[in-house]
């Protein structure tokens, strides 16, 4: 019997949640062998052969991870002296000579589009200083875990490729789903996405207003954001009353809503940074139209897929063509 420690005390929501639970899940049905699990806010609950260690203080402060980062986790391995490490939060947990495998799915540091440190800082660190932890993870650890070929390609950059493996998240929550596309009626553009400036928003309106302005047609657009969240939503809901758009902030939204607004609107997806881009593989499966930026991820996932169209950055012109394009063939209900 093996033990392994898996150390995610970065999760808390988003797709690093939804890999968290995978790998829990995982885990559950693998009754031959312990695993120590090391979160931080997420509700695991202890298994037999399952063991759940909660630390939400890591989340209080940068001093408080780096305490975790530097003394928590070697005491962790001392105590539970496990025979593997499974690090699912992109860099590298300890210094021990125990086997280790890192899951990376933070592309920050692997993307061309280089962040400005005075238009947002928090997101510089990420792509430039913790970019260089995880770079040198790479190198450290037996094993790198991507959810795609380019981030393979990326990360063989700096290892060797033969210890990279590629393993796609599981989506299969929408399996049990169908859209009714007997009447092929969409009710406007839908977008479901956080509020950060890689998501790319303020391109989908430009384009809107664009459409608006030539054609006298106000399309709707859904956004999963809640006004006030932070200044990107202040600026998505300013712009859209300064010229009379017709932006619907929905907030957070659950599977069956999701499932509603994907099958009555068309996915727009602008966004240029993504691991993945976990809403191209739900309105894939939901057989539904997609406008994304032209991105390697986007381009991997939606790989022979015919309702796919795409735009190259900051074409607000292109972007707003697709849209009327894609539109023809829908009846747009206002």
Known sequence: MKTTLV???????GGALTILNMYYKKA?????NQYVFVISTPELADRDNVKVIRMPWVKKTWLHRIHFDKRTINKLIEENQPDEILSLQNIYSGKSDIYQTIYIHQS??????????YKNPKLWVYQNIIGKLIKNSIVKADKVIVQTEWMKKECAKYSTIDK???????????DDFKCNNE???????????????YKNHMVLLEALRIIKQKQGINIKLSLTLSKGQNRITNKIWKYSKKHELNVVF??????????????????VFPSYIESYGMPLIEARKLERPIIALNRPFSREILSNYNKALFFEDNDIEKLSDNILNIMKNYQIIY
Do not use: W
């Open 108 to 117: 920050l540091p692997f993307t061309k589009h280089k962040l400005k440190i």
């Open 7 to 13: 150390v995610d005390v970065a999760a808390s929501s």
């Open 250 to 267: 929905l907030g957070s939204l659950n599977l069956e809503q999701m499932i509603s607004y994907y099958c009555r609107n068309i996915l």
């Open 183 to 197: 009447s092929d009626k969409v009710e406007g553009l839908f977008y479901p996405a956080t509020p950060n400036i």
């Open 164 to 174: 990279i493996e590629v393993e796609k998240p599981i989506v299969n929550k929408y």
């Open 28 to 32: 559950l049905e693998d009754m031959n």
